[in-house]
């Protein structure tokens, strides 16, 4: 025998609208015909809304990473799903997993090789802190080798707190000064790490 076929009888309308969000203006003055805003706001939110990152997995927290990417959580709603394997082509490093010390020389590497203006995001206890891994053989934290903007608790974080701490990447992102980066308090920072 054969099953029923069901049709929904109550079919939902969904206009495209509602499921896309606005990017919110930058301050500025509006008036008929013209907006008048900062340059700085401007670049700002274009660079918040275009992040490409470059994923640094080691083990576990990779995988949380990968369902952040799957269609469930959808990194690309923020404009970040372009994800660059080279680090020229990245604004923002995030480091998901344990960092061996043996290993620590070439996250520094991948570092230096983005350009600048870049960030950085620590994924989960072991690129914290290291984690469970209170050995001689992890790095206790990947901010003993290169500076990090936002850190991400759990082991692992769900993808809920991936998706928040890419937010807050992206507040940084928007709100950051164009001079920032030739500050004497920034090149104080990277001088501490050793980075020219
Ligand atoms: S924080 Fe936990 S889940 Fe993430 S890499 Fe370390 S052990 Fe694995």
Request: glycine share 8%.
């Amino acid at each position: 025998m054969s099953r029923p076929v069901k049709y929904n009888i109550n079919p939902q309308v969904t206009k495209i609208s509602d499921s896309i969000s606005y990017a919110d203006l930058p301050e500025g003055m509006e008036g008929e015909g013209f907006y008048a805003t900062k340059f700085e706001k401007i670049v700002g939110l274009a660079r918040k809304n275009s992040i490409w990152p470059l994923p640094f997995a080691t083990s576990c927290c990779g995988i949380e990473f990968m369902a952040t990417m799957g269609s469930h959580y959808d990194l690309a709603r923020f404009g970040s799903e372009r994800l660059g394997f080279t680090p020229r082509q990245c604004d923002l490093l995030m480091v998901m997993g344990t960092i061996a010390k043996k290993m620590a020389p070439i996250v520094k590497q991948v570092y230096l090789q983005m350009a600048e203006p870049r960030w950085v995001l620590a994924m989960g206890a072991c690129a914290s802190s290291g984690g469970i891994f209170d050995s001689y053989s992890v790095l206790q934290g990947i901010d003993q080798i290169i500076p990090v903007d936002v850190y991400i608790p759990g082991c692992p974080p769900r993808p809920e707190a991936v998706l928040d701490g890419v937010l807050r990447i992206q507040d940084l992102v928007h709100n950051e000064s164009l001079r920032r980066r030739n500050s004497s308090h920034y090149k104080a920072l990277l001088n501490s790490y050793d980075i020219q």
